[in-house]
């Protein structure tokens, strides 16, 4: 897999590869951060958090980075599989509560 | 976690006339919200919905054109009045528990206005 950069809107990785999706976020008083996982008519479904005080945090073939000084989080998919073909959302939050959402990217597993 | 559904999940109106969303989450909720998601983009908040106050709604957004309703801690509505072509979109919910920001969505509810 790639690393592709900030705000692209989409991702083409092989199957089995390493996919990495960027997102830099707005506010630097966010003190927590959340990716979503979308298919296609569905809702967004949580993946994993993280919060300020923390670098990198580990699941299930998913890590997820924060850089608090430049504002970017990404989102590393580890032995990416045909399900995870998706639009990604990362999503930043603050204060009472509410999230804001990124523009998210859009993966494509290629068989 | 949360198990949302709402109801209905799709809808064709007609212009002029209102729609109301319901949102049913499987146990008792701290906050509940109500997003829009235009077809390919993002989600953008349109309120919060707390049981027993008036709910907070956003920057661009007015309780006359979305009245929500929040009567308890499992339930919300979210009503789109006097609906025109650009209120097309989907329309999501979502629970927070707990004094944390993780939300579970509920489906959503793709809304066509002619």
């Known amino acids: 897999g790639e690393s592709v950069g900030l705000h692209l809107p989409t991702l083409s990785v092989q199957e089995g590869d390493n996919s990495i999706i960027n997102c830099a976020y707005s506010?630097?008083?966010?003190?927590?951060f959340i990716w979503y996982k979308q298919e296609s008519g569905k809702g967004p479904q949580f993946i994993i958090d993280i919060r300020s005080n923390m670098d990198k945090r580990q699941g299930q073939r998913v890590t997820v980075l924060l850089n608090k000084t430049v504002k970017h989080l990404s989102l590393q998919i580890a032995a990416t599989q045909p399900g995870d073909s998706a639009v990604y959302f990362c999503a930043e939050g603050w204060g009472a509560q509410k999230l804001v959402f990124g523009q998210g990217t859009r993966l494509t597993i290629n068989p | 976690s949360a198990v949302i559904s709402q109801k209905p999940s799709r809808d064709i109106c007609q212009r002029g006339t209102s729609l109301t969303i319901q949102c049913q989450v499987d146990s008792q909720v701290t906050m509940m919200f109500w997003y829009r998601q235009q077809p390919g983009q993002s989600l953008t908040l349109i309120a919060t919905?707390?049981?027993?106050?008036?709910?907070?709604?956003e920057s661009g957004f007015v309780i006359d054109k979305f009245p929500i309703s929040r009567p308890n801690l499992t339930f919300s509505t979210l009503t789109v009045s006097n609906m025109s072509p650009e209120d097309s979109s989907i329309y999501l919910c979502?629970?927070?528990?707990?004094?944390?920001?993780?939300?579970?969505f509920g489906p959503g509810t793709r809304l066509t206005v002619t």
């Open positions: 506010n630097s008083a966010s003190d927590y």
């Open positions: 919905a707390n049981q027993g106050s008036e709910a907070t709604y």
């Open positions: 979502s629970a927070g528990k707990g004094g944390g920001y993780e939300q579970y």
